[in-house]
């Protein structure tokens, strides 16, 4: 779906069936999922997170905003995990009424 950046237009079908609603709804989120997520590498990729937040501790100056960042990695993670799980049940409603 990384191509998809159209997603929105999925929202605007004119469905003739449960299958074809809910694969329209998958083609969606996961073109949420992919905007939402897209430039947080540097706190869902735990090599990327671990070089800044040295990178953050390292000058006194910015050391203090460690916890902030650790604070923020949380959020992000599991913001993606709640949207990833939201986008499976999708994806299993679509493959339940036979569009996956």
Partial sequence: MS???????????????WGEF?????KYWHGVIE???EGMDY???DDEYHKML???????ETACYASDLK??????K????????IGKC???ATALFGKK
């Fill in 54 to 60: 040295a990178e953050v501790k390292e000058y006194p």
């Fill in 22 to 26: 809910f694969s329209n709804m998958s």
């Fill in 3 to 17: 191509d998809n950046k159209d997603y929105e237009e999925y929202l605007q079908q004119d469905e003739k069936s």
């Fill in 43 to 45: 706190v869902l990729d």
């Fill in 71 to 76: 604070k923020v990695r949380m959020i992000a």
């Fill in 90 to 92: 999708i994806d299993g």
């Fill in 78 to 85: 599991t913001s993606d995990k709640a949207m990833r799980a």
């Fill in 35 to 37: 905007e939402c997520t």
